[in-house]
């Protein structure tokens, strides 16, 4: 074989391993950084539960974990538009969103992450919080979400994420 068409055949051998190593490094996203302690109020008014509905507003907590670590979620409804009868369902999405502005959001917003959103079997009422603890052999993205609750009046969470 001619030493010209062998350096070709490894240059186009080096170049297409290149741009296929570049192509797979840019399709993963990055990995987020660990989260810190969090701890913070979100307030809000709805007319609608219904999570499906495009403009209904939604509250997000995004929060990264490191490897073998274990933290502590807790969102506390401390005023409910509906009073003791009110309440509101948390979803899980298994990533990292964070593409509203103070932790809301609405559902239209979400509409791309649809399919990857899970719900739980938790409702956060007036004195029943959602406390959750998160963490695992590696590093993992989550993000919460919930809809303001509908009523006409302004109900009020408050977050905190912390070591468990």
Known sequence: MNKKV???????????????????ASSI???????GPLDFTVSGTSDCLRFLNSSVPAVYVPFTIVANANWQLTINCTKMSQGVNGYTDVYLYKGYWNNGANHTCTSAQLYPLLNDIEPTDHQIRLGTPFTETFGGSTQQSYTIFFVLPPGGQQST??????PA
Do not use: E, G, R, W
């Open 157 to 162: 969470f408050h977050v905190t994420l912390k």
């Open 29 to 35: 996203a990055p990995a987020q950084q660990p989260t």
């Open 6 to 24: 062998l350096a070709l055949i490894v240059v186009v051998i080096i170049v297409c391993a290149s741009v296929a190593a570049f192509m797979v």
